[in-house]
């Protein structure tokens, strides 16, 4: 009689032991997944996440002196004094494309550097020529959609010449000639001025409006367009849209 009663017994304790066994084994293993997978797996994934980030960002942002071709001494120190040390995306896949006189097609968005991307190319291949230019020679033609646009590149553009040359005065150095500086022909002024001024001075770098970089030109037919080194349309697609 005793052992008959002590085996049905365990056989339910077993019973229970193991129909509980599963919830109790899911439980743990759910548990154990969990804590395991998710913080430590999310770790090493950012880990090597964050790593190769910083990388990245660094070889985006080349220094100026690194890119090839190689900017001028004179360039590079403009570039510095104006408070640069690398270059933008942008402007480490234009810049060498058009010192080698490559067609160029960007698209960016605001802040990315995008005006220096091709005044410092512009100055550059100005300052290589073996011939300077002449009074009445322009050796780049910006074109602006709006007249706030144009005044905008102008005053990078004034800021980038004066800079240059300042450095090869600084230098003492024997360039292949002075860049006058840019001429800026927009809507909103006097035409009959803006034709004296630009035959007074003379034009090396014209950024303007569409319009009225047409009118002047027929104007003043004594300025040479044949030398232009570098032809920029900026905002390409606001220029196609006012059939330009």
Avoid: W
Wanted: aromatic fraction near 2%; hydrophobic fraction near 45%.
């Amino acid at each position: 009689m005793p052992t008959p009663s002590k085996q049905p017994a365990p056989k339910p304790t077993k019973r229970k032991a193991s129909t509980a066994s599963p919830t109790a084994v899911e439980k743990p293993k759910k548990r154990k997944l969990a804590p395991a997978a998710s913080p430590a797996a999310s770790a090493k994934a950012a880990a090597p996440s964050a790593a190769p980030r910083p990388a990245a960002a660094s070889q985006q942002a080349p220094p100026f002196s690194s890119l090839v071709p190689a900017l001028s001494a004179a360039t590079l120190e403009a570039i510095a004094r104006m408070g640069f040390a690398r270059a933008t995306p942008v402007q480490a896949a234009t810049i060498p494309r058009l010192l080698r006189h490559q067609d160029v097609a960007v698209q960016a968005c605001t802040g990315s550097g995008k005006t220096l991307a091709f005044l410092v190319p512009l100055y550059e291949l100005l300052v290589r020529r073996e011939t300077p230019l002449r009074k009445m020679q322009a050796g780049a033609l910006i074109i602006e959609p709006t007249r706030e646009l144009a005044s905008q590149v102008h005053s990078v553009a004034l800021l980038v010449g004066a800079t240059h040359a300042q450095v090869a005065a600084d230098a003492d150095a024997e360039s292949s000639g002075a860049i006058l500086p840019p001429v800026l022909l927009v809507g909103g002024t006097d035409l009959t001025e803006s034709v004296a001024a630009l035959r007074s001075s003379g034009a090396h770098v014209l950024i303007g409006t569409p319009g009225r970089v047409e009118d002047v030109l027929n104007r003043v037919p004594e300025l040479s367009m044949r030398e232009l080194e570098l032809l920029v349309l900026d905002e390409a697609d606001r220029l196609l849209d006012m059939g330009t």
